[in-house]
């Protein structure tokens, strides 16, 4: 696709329940990111992909939150037991290379709402 | 720990007004540093770059930004601003990782 796709746009989800956010970067970008931004707040990094690997995942804030990306271009992000403060704005972005020399191409974000 | 520091939270312009919007980041080494726009009910887009060579560099819109390393600073610069250019912007930066550090916005407004 020409940018980073991610569905759903919007997920209002209950307290407790399992939540499910999908990102389609760029055709043959090979490095992805996780990023959340709360209300006020710049986005806050949550994990790396280079490939289908997490060469990073020390922002995620606990074991409550995991990602995939198992075949090295879509990912998934899960969210177990979700709780009020998990409501945010979650960002995937993707990138060409994983050199130096890159910039980030960002989605529109999954607005997610835990009621 | 590495961090960006927007001075402005809230910047109210008239339209043809100078802009200059403060960054300062916190790493000592070697860096890539980006200002990311997001229009109202729009993703992040990014506005320029630095990543080596002139430390003046010009973006679309008619915006530049001026690396200073003594200052550790990346100021983003508009000698008139525009209406259109209503928006949020974050200075973000890359120090010895593939993280990127994003400030915490400020958000403009000008008026028409």
């Known amino acids: 696709g020409a940018g980073v796709s991610q569905t759903p746009s919007n997920k209002v989800t209950e307290k407790g329940k399992y939540v499910e956010l999908r990102c389609d970067p760029i055709?043959?970008?090979?490095?992805l990111y996780w990023y959340r931004q709360s209300l006020g707040q710049g986005p806050e990094f949550l994990i790396y992909?280079?490939?289908?690997?997490?060469?990073?995942d020390s922002g995620l804030p606990n074991d409550r939150f995991f990602a995939v990306r198992p075949e090295g271009s879509v990912s998934t992000l899960k969210i177990q037991r979700t709780e009020r403060g998990d409501s945010a704005v979650y960002l995937c972005?993707?990138?060409?290379?994983?050199?130096?020399?890159?910039?980030?191409?960002f989605g529109q974000g999954t607005r997610l709402t835990v009621v | 720990a590495q961090s960006v520091s927007q001075h402005n939270h809230h910047v109210i312009l008239s339209e043809a007004a100078s802009l200059e919007l403060g960054c300062n980041y916190s790493?000592?080494?070697?860096?890539?540093l980006f200002w990311y726009v997001q229009y109202p009910g729009q993703h992040l887009q990014l506005l320029l770059k630095?990543?080596?060579?002139?430390?003046l560099v010009k973006g679309i819109k008619g915006f530049e930004a001026e690396f200073i390393k003594s200052k550790f600073s990346f100021n983003l610069r508009k000698p008139s601003v525009q209406w259109s250019d209503t928006a949020e912007y974050f200075c973000?930066?890359?120090?010895?990782?593939?993280?990127?550090?994003f400030g915490t916005g400020t958000r403009l407004k000008v008026l028409a």
């Open positions: 790493y000592g080494g070697t860096v890539n």
């Open positions: 973000a930066f890359r120090g010895g990782t593939y993280k990127y550090i």
């Open positions: 630095y990543f080596s060579g002139d430390p």
């Open positions: 972005a993707s990138s060409s290379k994983t050199g130096w020399d890159t910039e980030a191409f």
């Open positions: 992909f280079q490939g289908t690997g997490a060469a990073d």
């Open positions: 055709s043959g970008h090979t490095a």
